[in-house]
């Protein structure tokens, strides 16, 4: 028979919608272990956002040499010069089950997960790394994680894979691609139209009914113990909504409370180029706001139909291109790029405290494979942003020879730098010790 200490966890909550309320010391129940809760209130939070396009990049032109305001950059990455210094570019890593099929939607299911993914048209792959720190901030921020995208789902079979696998790179469980936000107004609108918040509630009339249920379990003592400490929280709670009354800054705020850009137009832009510079702007609108602190925007799917006209490359869609490195193959290139490079110079600009919105952030773009000739065993990716000062800049880091090169381990030591601390997430039980 379970005992009650194996029901509880190392830690005893009251729960609530979206809140999760650690108790204090009870001599009633076994109550311990350590609050992990990272971050300082005063400090800005950190924000993470994952930007992908497909079919890689041009094969002589995606590198990086030297460091800080000295590293050099290939003419793909040449939009990202005056950020070098918050630059991270890394040789060499790789998923070792996306090796299994060669193509696009085997290459690309997995990306953010690491896991196997199925075949014969089942959808299975596992939980991406942003959607596990989108549910462990779930009670922070208004919205967990924003996923926007720039083109299409496809629904087909490619070689005995789903090409659901090529239009996700955020999956929210194993078998359930997070659903893909194409449209910049509805965008908007999750962000700002929805007024009613998690925020717009008090936490302990959320965990009501569990401290009702729990005080009948506890001694006497216990019962004081309880109402003192749920009493220092709505004292605490009073005294919060009092300041946000008075506009006084207590500690870190967002440096907007309401966006300053207009609501888009409903429906889809017609032109790429707008489309996808909405969807930058909705993204940095939201960190600004803090409305989320976790965003993936997939710029476009692996085996892309997109075209540039606005590039004067209007004679073959995207994927196409990829197949050999030609000039306008470099400029499709580098216009991806440049949202990037955009998103970074509009966070930079933005001053919370000692740093930046930049400073504060982690922003990695990748691809699911090195040139458009499918070739995977290293996988293209920069990441700009120092994490809240957690990680050192300006640096070229080349696994290529290292026994650690797997994907997965940088994406344990990202969620470490956002609070969240995980023994193994996919293939992976390392750290890039060097980020």
Not at 229 to 257: C, H, N
């Amino acid at each position: 028979m379970a005992t009650q200490s194996d029901a509880l966890s190392r830690r005893t909550f009251l729960r609530g919608v979206g809140v999760t309320m650690a108790l204090p010391w009870l001599e009633s129940l076994p109550v311990w272990g350590e609050d992990s809760s990272p971050g300082d209130g005063s400090q800005a939070p950190v924000r993470m956002a994952c930007l992908f396009s497909g079919n890689g990049f041009h094969a002589k032109e995606w590198w990086a040499k030297g460091a800080g305001q000295h590293m050099e950059l290939g003419r793909v990455l040449e939009s990202l010069t005056p950020h070098r210094e918050k630059l991270l570019f890394l040789k060499g890593l790789y998923n070792q089950e996306a090796l299994i099929g060669g193509i696009h939607s085997c290459q690309t299911g997995n990306l953010l997960t690491g896991a196997h993914l199925a075949n014969g048209g089942e959808i299975r792959s596992g939980v991406s790394m942003d959607q596990v720190v989108a549910q462990h901030l779930a009670s922070e921020t208004k919205v967990d994680s924003l996923v926007l995208g720039c083109e299409h789902s496809i629904a087909a079979l490619h070689k005995n894979y789903s090409m659901i696998y090529s239009s996700h790179i955020s999956w929210s469980s194993a078998t359930t691609p997070t659903p893909l936000e194409l449209y910049p107004a509805l965008a908007f609108d999750r962000l700002f139209r929805d007024h009613v918040g998690r925020a717009d509630q008090s936490v302990l009339d959320l965990v009501l009914a569990e401290a009702t249920g729990l005080r009948k379990q506890v001694s006497l003592a216990d019962r004081r113990r309880l109402e003192e400490y749920l009493a220092s929280v709505r004292e605490v709670e009073k005294r919060i909504a009092q300041a946000g009354q008075e506009r006084r800054l207590q500690g870190w705020r967002p440096t907007l409370d309401a966006p300053d850009m207009a609501r888009p137009a409903d429906g889809i832009p017609q032109d790429i180029d707008e489309h996808m510079r909405l969807m930058c702007d909705i993204l940095v609108l939201a960190f600004r706001t803090d409305t989320t602190r976790v965003c993936t925007l997939k710029l476009n799917n692996d085996h892309s139909s997109l075209r540039f006209p606005h590039l004067n490359v209007d004679y073959m869609i995207h994927h196409l291109l990829s197949h050999n490195d030609t000039d306008d193959w470099l400029k499709v290139n580098q216009f991806f790029v440049e949202q990037l490079a955009y998103i970074a110079a509009k966070l930079d600009q933005v001053v919370e405290g000692e740093r930046t919105l930049l400073d504060n952030s982690m922003l990695i773009y990748l691809s699911s494979m090195m040139t458009g000739h499918h070739n995977n065993d290293q996988l293209p990716v920069v990441m700009i942003g120092r994490g809240g000062g957690q990680i050192k800049t300006g640096r070229v880091l080349d696994y290529l020879d290292k026994p650690n090169r797997k994907m997965c381990s940088l994406y344990l030591s990202m969620m470490d730098k956002m609070g969240v601390s995980l023994r193994q997430f996919g293939d992976s039980t390392e750290r890039l010790t060097e980020i």
